[in-house]
């Protein structure tokens, strides 16, 4: 069973950045591409922004330019640096890992809330 932690969320002004990570534990197998999600009241769960363990990355349309993701293989752990945050960005963020095999878990989500 594979174990997500996530952490950085929390309150920031319209503007401001915010630094998440996600650690994953107890795969017995290669992780092979990470991700974060976010999911706002009453819309549906949408792409943030993934990476493949080669380091490719493919961003959603609202954060491209904004947001960078990045991982540390050697940790299994990935991040997402959020910048010029706007109040749309407010929402559960969610950290997904795909094994190689395709199995894929997810975390237990961590609160981003953009105030205007």
């Known amino acids: 069973q594979v174990q997500l932690v996530e952490s950085g969320g929390g309150l920031v002004q319209a503007g401001g950045s915010l630094r998440l990570s996600c650690a994953a534990s107890g795969s017995p197998f290669s992780i092979d591409t990470m991700g974060w999600y976010r999911q706002a009241p009453g819309k549906q769960r949408e792409l943030v922004a993934r990476?493949?363990?080669?380091?490719?990355?493919n961003y959603g349309d609202s954060v491209k330019g904004r947001f960078t993701i990045s991982r540390d293989n050697a940790k299994n752990t990935v991040y997402l640096q959020m910048s010029s945050l706007k109040p749309e960005d407010t929402a559960v963020y969610y950290c997904?890992?795909?094994?190689?095999?395709?199995?894929?878990?997810w975390g237990q989500g961590t609160q981003v809330t953009v105030s205007s």
């Open positions: 997904k890992v795909e094994l190689v095999g395709g199995r894929s878990y």
């Open positions: 990476i493949t363990r080669g380091g490719g990355t």
